[in-house]
């Protein structure tokens, strides 16, 4: 398995462009996240999704949309992009099963908006 | 989610034994607690989580207070990469609970 897996690694964005994070999982989780992490800070929420069709805001959503039309992938769009938008994006994964659901994280996008 | 406070850092000579705190006083009964790590630049990884017993698993052991308000995670044998960012956190686990509440956590550097 490739666990969680994210495109692209590395992006530079002018103010006002968009783009769109992959992420994608091929461990048949349910729940997917997408969290942001300034630096020297902790993950922080931005929305997530408990299965196909269904997503919800986290902690920080604004600028951002999701969409989950698949169990394997949840991208997340970027539209209009800001200086405030500058950090590392954590895509993640997990299978609830009674108290168990650890979360599964791929390896980030950092992302620089001038 | 209740809070937890962490030292922001600490030091570990290789081979030894580091053992990380974590206050977390407003704990409430069906909380449990998770440590994770993120070694620089990569994404976090789960290492351990329980409830009110001490747990113990290929990477760790945890160790919680009987009144539950502080635990310690500890690495028995402590190499050059085990140094990274360990994050407390403390949250309810299943349905309905999604959010992995990340603060500073403590930088553990491992010194040859």
């Known amino acids: 398995n490739a666990g969680v897996t994210q495109t692209p690694k590395f992006r530079i964005l002018k103010i006002g462009q968009s783009m769109t994070l992959q992420c994608t999982q091929d461990m048949n989780h349910n729940y997917m996240y997408w969290y942001r992490q300034d630096p020297g800070m902790g993950l922080k929420l931005i929305y997530y999704?408990?299965?196909?069709?269904?997503?919800d805001k986290g902690e920080v959503p604004n600028g951002y949309n999701v969409s989950r039309s698949t169990t394997e992938d949840f991208p997340l769009r970027l539209e209009l992009a800001a200086p405030s938008q500058t950090s590392v994006y954590f895509c993640a994964s997990s299978y609830l099963a009674g108290q168990w659901d650890e979360q599964f994280f791929g390896p980030g996008t950092r992302l620089t908006v001038l | 989610d209740a809070k937890t406070t962490q030292p922001p850092s600490m030091d570990c000579a290789e081979g030894r034994a580091a053992n990380l705190p974590c206050n977390h006083s407003t704990i409430s009964g069906n909380e449990y607690v998770y440590w994770y790590r993120q070694i620089h630049s990569q994404g976090p990884q789960y290492i351990i989580h329980?409830?009110?017993n001490n747990e113990t698993n290929e990477m760790a052991s945890l160790i919680i207070t009987e009144d539950r308000k502080s635990s310690t995670l500890i690495l028995p044998h402590a190499t050059l990469r085990d140094t990274a960012v360990y994050y407390c956190i403390v949250r309810v686990s299943g349905a309905g609970s999604y959010q992995l509440t990340f603060g500073k956590g403590t930088k553990l550097s491992v010194i040859p």
């Open positions: 329980g409830l009110k």
């Open positions: 999704s408990v299965g196909a069709g269904i997503t």
